[in-house]
């Protein structure tokens, strides 16, 4: 028989239901093995639970465990040079039209072993996980040839074994021109993107596919010579769209089902709509905006208006966000882009579920996984609130510390 336990807190934010964050106060909630069974107040729990072990957590707060949908953790060295570049002048698109950028960061990602990777990549994690997170989307990007993607993909899968945490993995061959496809983007698509797409599926290390549709990437055509590829094989697709320009990336997405259109500070109304038709998450990352210094806000008053769900993420990558803290994220979240407390824990946890298409994680209900996170804070708001601090107390996954 598998054990059962109940966990009991003086508030419980389930985010799910009607009240704002799905509040229960003196709550308690019911697990058995790795799943949530029961969730209501203490005075409320049923009898089949009345002899179970009991861990009362006293006045904490127990929300779901974070979710970080959108990162670049995987990749070999670091761009602090450029940083120190950027506050002498240079900007982050003059950098990578000169053969920095992402491809500095390619060469560094081709240099290293799958063992270098996934070292490099731990602490990373473990800073992530430290705040309560219990899974990330980790993207490949940085290899941009088969056998580098790949390599990329197998060091993300990894994680997994070496640490508690569940790891859905990005295709994105589509991130940037390598040196050798120089001028012939047509081609790289064609002879290496959708051909280690299809390598990568085939070993089973696609969860979604993803692209960068930007003036300094792949135009909306090459985009979806990908996506048509995905859609071939039954894999979601995401994109990183309308980060510094709009060239109508998010609309396209949309019109493939997308799970999500990331960054989008550019994103006009016809964007907005396109995605509120079809379902498609907002995924916001205040992390790189901060980062670049940039001064268009993501359309967030229209995206609410028209009902388009905002996730938020850390994007955390070498160069436009090298930042690990999901907390510090929904602070700026909060701070840069003007979303709500709610919103923003939302935006980690029941919206950053859905954007990786998940449907058993990111709520606090029965038949859910015990994903947990129990804080040493009272009211939800205080995550956001603070800078840089971390009130976690204690991260369950799937029922085990
Ligand atoms: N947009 C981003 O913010 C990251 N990738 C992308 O397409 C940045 C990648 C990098 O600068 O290394
Ligand atoms: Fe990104």
Redesign the pocket.
Known sequence: MTKKTVLCSKHVATMGGEHPYGMVEDGAIAIEGSQIVWVGRQAEIPGAYAGSQRIDYGSRLITPALIDAHT?VV?GGN?AVEFEMRLNGAT?EEI?RAGG??LS?VNGTRAASEEDLLREALPRVDALLAEGVSCIEVKS??GLDAETELRMLRAARRIALERPVRIKTSFLGA?AVPPEYAARSDAYIDEVCIPALRAAHAEGLVDAVDG?C?GI?FDPDQIERVFAVAKELGLPVKL?AE?LSNLGGAKLAASYGALSAD?IEYLDAEGVAAMAAAGTVAVL?PG?FYTLHETQMPPVDLLRQQKVPMALAT?C?????PLTSLLLTMNMGCTLFRMTPEEALAGVTRVAARALGLDDTGIIAAGMRADLAVWDVTHPAELSYRIGFNPLHERLFGGQK
Do not use: M
């Open positions: 670049h990749f761009r982050y990578a950028g992402i960061t990007g940085y991130h960068f930007e990437a990183h980060q960054h990352l790189a994007d990558n070498p160069g436009s966000s």
